[in-house]
């Protein structure tokens, strides 16, 4: 059965361990962003429930609802271990032939922010795939890598194959006998055009606000944060679409 409303889903996710009530006052005004990114950064974090913002009392504000896996399946009232692909298929059969008209209006706020910035580099000469991100982008976080890679990168001009490189032994695609080992290699570039006059801007956190929220990070809850999320359950996850 569907969720009546949204209070009914959330007190599945706190039944579950997966919402956390910001009781502690927390300022509009960066504060309540920067402790929710600072969430997200654990695999996706909590959902977090902020029921004390400052100059809007007896209003909450809700974020990072569906930040993880495990929530993204318990909203389709599916197992918290069923995959990405498993989650993806069932969410496009539910909505085939079953969408709501969008309502259309006049007008509606917008801010967009522009920077520069330079590219950054990871790989070796055994791998067949080279990713290259800007420098707000940390090349061993794949979640970062992931987000340039779907909002960044533009196939058309960020793609080019180089068809000789050095490749080693160890490459189980190269034929067997070659006492020479080449390969070819595909070069993604996620980086903002360096020609682009007017260049997207990240946003990023403030670093005295972000030392300040971490060294008192339990006390905006009402009991200790874990560590991590609740564990799954180790059992074969279910195949909800073919």
């Known amino acids: 059965m569907a969720y009546r409303d949204l209070r009914e889903f959330l007190a599945k996710l706190e039944d579950e361990g997966h919402l956390r009530r910001v009781k502690k006052q927390v300022d509009w005004n960066l504060e309540l962003g920067h402790i929710t990114k600072l969430n997200e950064e654990k695999q996706g974090g909590f959902a ?6 400052k100059d809007y009392p007896g209003q909450s504000v809700l974020t990072s609802l569906l930040t993880a896996r495990e929530r993204l399946a318990l909203a389709l009232e599916l197992p918290p271990e069923t995959s990405l692909l498993n989650l993806s298929h069932e969410w496009v059969k539910r ?17 967009e922010n522009v920077v520069t910035g330079q590219a950054t580099v990871t790989g070796n000469y055994g791998l067949k795939t080279v990713i290259l991100v800007d420098d707000d982008i940390d090349p061993e976080n ?5 987000y340039a890679l ?41 980086c903002i055009p360096y020609e682009w006059k007017d260049k997207p801007r990240p946003i990023e956190l403030d670093p005295g606000l972000t030392k300040r929220i971490k060294e008192h990070w339990d006390e905006y809850f009402e009991s200790p944060v874990p560590a991590e999320m609740p564990p799954i359950p180790l059992s074969i996850p279910s195949k909800v679409a073919a």
């Open 150 to 190: 779907s909002l960044r990168y533009q196939p058309n001009r960020g793609t080019q194959i180089i068809e000789r490189g050095r490749s080693t032994p160890l490459d189980p695609s190269l034929p067997i006998g070659p006492e020479w080992f080449m390969t070819s290699r595909v070069i993604i570039d996620t």
């Open 142 to 146: 794949w979640d970062q890598v992931l």
């Open 48 to 53: 977090l429930l902020f029921e004390n913002v």
């Open 95 to 111: 909505i085939t032939n079953n969408r709501v008209p969008p309502t259309w209006v006049d007008s509606g706020p917008v801010q």
